[in-house]
Nanobody, 121 residues
């Protein structure tokens, strides 16, 4: 079993910043990609950012230049620094970690329960 736990959500005003954290634990041999999706009320879940084990990053166009994803492989943790937040960034943010449980094992995507981010004046 692998647990993925997010933290750091909250209520902020437009233009402010938040930092989300996500830690994976449990039966983990290796972690490939980690990243974040979000789902706003009444909308489909969308990809926000992801980072490979080697540190290569990709971002959704709507967050480029404002959000930064990083990773601490020693702690099995990824972070999402969100700056210049906008009301349209309001959503539940979900972290994922692609893990294997053993050498040459099957890659499995593990999801967290989500953390709520609200941007409002």
């Amino acid at each position: 079993q692998v647990q993925v736990v997010e933290s750091g959500g909250g209520l902020v005003q437009p233009g402010e910043s938040l930092r989300l954290s996500c830690a994976a634990s449990g039966r983990i041999f290796s972690i490939n990609d980690m990243g974040w999706y979000r789902q706003a009320p009444g909308k489909q879940r969308e990809s926000v950012a992801r980072i490979t084990s080697g540190g290569r990053t990709t971002y959704a166009d709507v967050v480029k230049g404002r959000f930064t994803i990083s990773r601490d492989n020693a702690k099995n943790t990824t972070y999402l620094q969100m700056n210049s937040l906008k009301p349209e960034d309001t959503a539940d943010y979900y972290c994922f970690a692609d893990t294997t449980a053993q050498e040459m094992g099957i890659l499995f995507t593990n999801w967290g329960q989500g953390t709520q981010v609200t941007v409002s004046s």
